[in-house]
Nanobody, 114 residues
Framework: QVQLVESGGGLVQPGGSLRLSCAAS????????MGWYRQAPDKEREWVAT???????AYADSVKGRFTISRDSAKNTVSLRMSNLKPEDTAVYYC????????WGQGTQVTVSS
């Protein structure tokens, strides 16, 4: 069983930045892929970004160039740096860990509004 705890969400103005963090209860060296997803009101959950144990990253087209995913194996955390935020980025952001079974965090709200 893996527990994931997200933090760092909040209210930000358009064009602003936020950094989300996800703390894992196990060594992330044992996790093949960790990622971020988001779910806006009345929409399905969508993939945002992924980072593998080897450090390879991938991003959804909607966030490419604005979001950066990273991992700190010493702290067992994965972060998502979000910049140039837009109102359409408003959603609950979820951390995920793929160990054959996919584990999810509880989510953190990000609201982009003036």
């Amino acid at each position: 069983q893996v527990q994931l705890v997200e933090s760092g969400g909040g209210l930000v103005q358009p064009g602003g930045s936020l950094r989300l963090s996800c703390a894992a209860s196990v060594s992330i060296r044992s996790i093949y892929g960790m990622g971020w997803y988001r779910q806006a009101p009345d929409k399905e959950r969508e993939w945002v970004a992924t980072i593998t144990a080897g450090g390879s990253t991938a991003y959804a087209d909607s966030v490419k160039g604005r979001f950066t995913i990273s991992r700190d194996s010493a702290k067992n955390t994965v972060s998502l740096r979000m910049s140039n935020l837009k109102p359409e980025d408003t959603a609950v952001y979820y951390c995920s860990a793929d160990m054959g079974t996919v584990y999810w965090g509880q989510g953190t709200q990000v609201t982009v509004s003036s």
